[in-house]
């Protein structure tokens, strides 16, 4: 990881917003929808490649810029729709984390793995 701070790269989005006038565009619904929107973009360039092929896409430099760019904008994203409902994303993943270490506690046989039955959890990254 960079050593970049998650609150500055926050800051300067909120800046560079702000000073383009975007605030009143900037809401939870439509950054959700943003966020979605640059995610697809970034499946797009996977779409109809091969498991090799999506293994080596950072080997030429055009398709390495462009999963780069995708991967700013989702992350931009991310980080507005965080900062306007005030939720910390660190802590959100680290609590996941602990969350899904419980639910799904290491077992020795892989066919003993867990599945979530639970309506709402059939979604949830792991």
């Not at 909120?14 to 995610?39: G, M």
């Not at 993943?93 to 506690?105: G, M, V």
Request: glycine fraction near 4%; include cysteine.
């Amino acid at each position: 990881m960079s050593e970049l701070d998650v609150a500055e790269l926050q800051r300067r989005l909120a800046e560079f917003a702000a000073s383009r006038e975007w605030q009143p565009y900037h809401t939870p619904k439509n950054l959700a929808a943003a966020l979605s929107v640059e995610a697809g973009e970034l499946l797009e360039i996977f779409q109809w490649l091969t498991p090799e092929q999506a293994e080596r896409v950072m080997e030429d430099p055009k398709s390495a810029h462009r999963v780069a760019d995708e991967v700013a904008d989702v992350l931009a994203y991310l980080l507005q729709f965080c900062g306007a409902l005030g939720v910390d994303p660190l802590v959100a993943l680290s609590e996941k984390i602990d969350r899904n270490e419980l639910r799904f506690p290491v077992r020795q046989r892989p066919e003993e793995v867990p599945r979530p039955t639970e309506e709402g959890d059939r979604h949830s990254a792991e």
